[in-house]
């Protein structure tokens, strides 16, 4: 039998552990950096199929050590985060968040269970691999300064350290069955940019005895706009959004300050460098065109995810393998952010998506009524079990 056959059977049979493990996951969703329950019921799987792991790892997170033949021959790591939103759940299902206010509005129960999954196949396995297999349940992808950056700094992989590492995502965008991958830099980087703009406010019918922070902000809003149009690549993406806007005025009242605060979006290192330099001198040279101060902060957040070509080209065969042609897609970089982009800065990687749509009408990642096709999970866990085991060959 192939080891491809192997899995879909295998996957088959544990089906319905996978679906208990995945609504109870679901059912008791904890806000990033209090996944204790989470922990709690990963390390019981684990202790169950014989994994040794560590946990308490940058607080909650548990790295599962899955030794095959020859251990020391290859390391490969696989990663799920576990935190959930603060987000009150709509959805009418016996297994609807129980804590209320926080839900799984981003799937990260699924990525969760389909590692557990996925590990269940690959215990089972451990005398016909050879090399290392770590299972990273990581904690707080939601929530600066990101879990993965706190679990590299609490090494996690201090004593077992992969050659690469791969991660996935819940995708509604396309339906269950399928998993696209996409080479370079498929997700930006997140810098967040807070500013006060300051002047002399007053009576707004007597402008000309006051300084306007006002106008001045929205000039800053808009003079920093010419950073994407002026002193960017055009052929690398980049998004500066300020969504914050506080202006605590009336109708007769130019306020003292303005507060703004937004975030830059970028695909390429050197790109964002120069433009969080510009972002201060524009604004300050706007600001001070109309009389008015300015202060910013600027809070580094996410780096860029790379995917290396060499290993999602490997990944995506693996996955047509396993899958058939028809069932692996391209998708195309988006400007959101992960900090797996912190593991790709350190180790080789692939990070894809996996479909979790079917035809019942479901909403979108970070609403109230977000939820998987639980069919997604044979797919989900199947695939990282047969990439793990295509890795170590």
Known sequence: MSTST???????????????????LHQHPELSFEEYNTSAYIQKVLDSLSIPYRAGIAGTGVLGV??????????????????????????EISYCSVNTGVMHACGHDSHVAALLGAARVLAEMRDSFEGTILLVFQPGEEQDPGGARLMLEDGVF????????????????DESGIVSFCNGAVMASADEIHIKVKGKGGHGAMPHKHTDAVLAAAQVVV????????????????SLTFGRFIADGATN??????????????FDKDEREKAKQLIPIIGRHTAEAYLCEFEIKQDDGYPEVINDDQVTNAARLFAQEYLGMDHVKAFEPRTTSEDFGFYTEKYKGCFFRFGVRNHTERGASHTSTFLIDEESLKTAAGTMAYLAIRFLQ
Request: glycine share 4%.
């Open 253 to 266: 009242v130019i306020p003292h300050e303005v507060i703004l605060a937004g975030s830059l979006r970028c």
């Open 6 to 24: 192997f899995i879909h059977n295998r996957i088959n049979d544990l089906y319905p552990t996978i679906v208990q493990d995945y609504q109870y």
């Open 66 to 91: 899955l030794k095959g033949i020859n251990p020391s021959s290859k390391v490969i790591a696989l990663r799920a985060d576990m935190d959930a939103l603060p987000v009150l759940e709509e959805n």
């Open 158 to 173: 201090d004593e077992y350290e992969p050659e690469l590492i791969l991660g996935q995502h819940s995708n509604m965008y």
């Open 223 to 238: 003079a920093m706009q010419q950073i994407l149009s002026r002193t960017k690549n055009p052929f690398t993406p980049m």
